[in-house]
């Protein structure tokens, strides 16, 4: 086969990797392209390239764009580059249109309106700039990007603090105002808990399980995962604490977070103390997880604990009891959200010991090191699939445990490229067996129940629960086949 391949470089051009993403799945979708990838050329984007077999054009920088083509024939291949300017291409404004052009600033757009939040999303090194005009102008800021500075954290939380503002974030991934879902937010009914959350998945798991309890959320106001660090030192969570505490329409505060530093989690523990409102706090570790969490908050709610949904895989797939006996091996987990991956590794390292002197790790997917320059794992399953592909090829592993997150702003049908992976690593391994926590509500625009029944005919034993995922894997790393 006549391999036919092109790098082309638009200097100076940027979109958003989101909208790379869509183009490169575009471009890979056409007969005859095997790779695709359009990208801004930052260093980890021209490592990915180089991985690819690309050669990147000499003084590429991180301003330009970068689109490499791979086809099996020239045809194909002209067919690609003739595609690209459409599907790069920004529609420009009609002169004749009345419509008002687009605001230049956040400030400017502050002044057209009675917004009271903005939200950021742009490179970390740039997101100072964006929120101090947000604040100025008056505005709670939430920062979605990650990779910000921590000292230039907390100027902003301090900037914010001496306006009476919030500032939720970085790395704020999911925030819920006033029953309107930002960033990745799963569909969950109104109701009476207040979410303070230095963990977006987190957030996520607390707020899937209340909707299936019947449990509604007022806010769920996402401060950051270093928040509640030695360095920030709670700055964003106390003040959402008292902002909650003084919503009439809030009667329970959940507070979600890794295990936050002991000084840290003495202050905020001593200022939940003071509120009137109840705080029942949730941090996944020890003794604790996230569902147990949840089930206090409905016991203090006076509502009944219900059995949270899972699908088990039948008897001869891999998940549920494998035809060459019970699985063994070791435990790998590829994850998209922190805070799932801490609570699992927390209840392996319960049921198994030492992890990685068991050969078990588990790996979140969705930390700094593998976002820089490219879309979260929660939107682009790339990396994680390749991982996938790798661990299912160690004879070494037994069991792979991934989480799955729906909601707005995720990958809108995450099943469709991990099941068929997920089938094939476990019809090639009878010794394989594979478990998945599916964060997600009935009503996300995914179908939570779509997803589950697509990854339980791939062969997965399917959880609402992350917690009781984690159990279950870990049973059956030790060959417990009725976990």
Known sequence: MVVNEVVLLRAGVYRDSVTLMRVSRALGELQGVGDAMAAMATPSNRELLAELGFAVPAGATPADLVVALRARDGDA?????????GLLAERPPDPASEVEP??????????????????????GPHVVPEAMDALAAGLNVMIFSDNVP???????????????????GPDCGTAVVGGVGL?????VRPGP???????????????????????????????GGRDLSPRVSGRSALAVLAALDADPGTELIVLVSKPPAPRVAALVREAARRLDTPVVPAFPGGDDDLTGAVERVLR????????????????????GGSPHGSPHGALRGLFAGGTLRDEAEAIAATALGDLAAGGHRLVDFGDDVYTRGRAHPMIDPALRLAALAREAADPG??????????GHGADPDPAAALAPALA???????DLAAVVSLCGTPGDPQDRDRQAAALLDAGAAVFASNAEAARHAAALVKGARDA
């Open 77 to 85: 291949l002209d067919g690609a580059r003739a595609a690209v300017d």
């Open 102 to 123: 687009p605001p230049l600033t956040t400030a400017s757009a502050a002044a057209r309106g009675d917004a009271t939040v903005a939200l950021v999303s742009v490179p």
């Open 150 to 168: 921590v000292e230039q954290e907390v100027a902003l939380k301090d900037a914010a603090a001496r306006r009476g503002l919030i500032v939720m």
């Open 183 to 187: 960033g990745f937010a799963n569909v």
């Open 193 to 223: 808990v207040g979410v303070v959350a230095a963990s977006g998945t987190g957030a996520q798991q607390v707020m899937c399980l209340l909707e299936e309890a019947g449990v509604g959320v007022r806010h769920v106001l996402g401060v």
């Open 300 to 319: 203090a709610l006076g509502r009944a604990v219900p059995e949270w949904p899972r699908w088990d895989a039948p008897r001869g797939r891999a998940a």
């Open 397 to 406: 592993c037994g069991v792979l445990l991934l989480d799955v997150v729906l």
């Open 424 to 430: 094939g690593a476990l019809d090639a391994r009878g």
